[in-house]
T-cell receptor
């Protein structure tokens, strides 16, 4: 079974600074997808960024980028120029390429942005 | 385009009562899923559907039933609510197995 581990229950960052959230996963598959979702207090799950395992290039979406280390099964999220609106729970998620379209989630990291 | 909608937003049930959580999407997505979110446990898959008329169990299916009579709707039924089902429930949909899942706003359920 696939497992996703987020070892940082809470993180904080000063506004305008950079923070990195960690995620590791366990799988025997060679092809899969990885995601970071943001959950603000409204509870809505919002896709932040996605990475296909077959791509060596790290995904980037504006201030959000990932460091994908396939051999190490690591998938960290870097948030640059942190803003107050970035404060939320962040979930790392894994999905196999084939079979059911379900996501396996980590337990989340609560990010606080300090003004 | 409303995306994925869920009703109700919040519900209180007594143990043993039944209810249906509604989920609808207007994006013509084939894949739909139900997750529950409990404190400290992330989201876990309850049931999913790969198309109208096709459903399957996820990680934590016990106590829940689903059906998929149309592409748009994927209701989740609790036949006899238990306090252990107190949780926040999310519905999600996507075009297909390789596509990004989009989540509804969630339903908060409290079972007394």
């Amino acid at each position: 079974a696939q497992t996703v581990t987020q070892s940082q229950p809470e993180m904080s960052v000063q506004e305008a600074e950079t923070v990195t959230l960690s995620c590791t996963y366990d799988t025997s598959e060679s092809d899969y997808y990885l995601f970071w979702y943001k959950q603000p207090p409204s509870r809505q799950m919002i896709l932040v960024i996605r990475q296909e395992a077959y791509k060596q290039q790290n995904a980037t979406e504006n201030r959000f980028s990932v460091n994908f280390q396939k051999a190490a099964k690591s998938f960290s999220l870097k948030i640059s120029d942190s803003q107050l609106g970035d404060a939320a729970m962040y979930f790392c998620a894994y999905r196999r390429e084939t079979g059911a379209n379900n996501l396996f989630f980590g337990t989340g990291t609560r990010l606080t942005v300090i003004p | 385009n409303a995306g994925v909608t869920q009703t109700p937003k919040f519900q209180v049930l007594k143990t043993g009562q039944s209810m249906t959580l509604q989920c609808a999407q207007d994006m013509n997505h084939e894949y739909m899923s139900w997750y529950r979110q409990d404190p400290g446990m992330g989201l876990r898959l309850i049931h999913y559907s790969v198309g109208a008329g096709i459903t399957d169990q996820g990680e934590v299916p016990n106590g829940y039933n689903v059906s998929r009579s149309t592409t748009e709707d994927f209701p989740l039924r609790l036949l006899s609510a238990a306090p252990s089902q107190t949780s926040v429930y999310f519905c999600a949909s996507s075009y297909g197995p390789m596509k990004t899942q989009y989540f509804g706003p969630g339903t908060r359920l409290l079972v007394l």
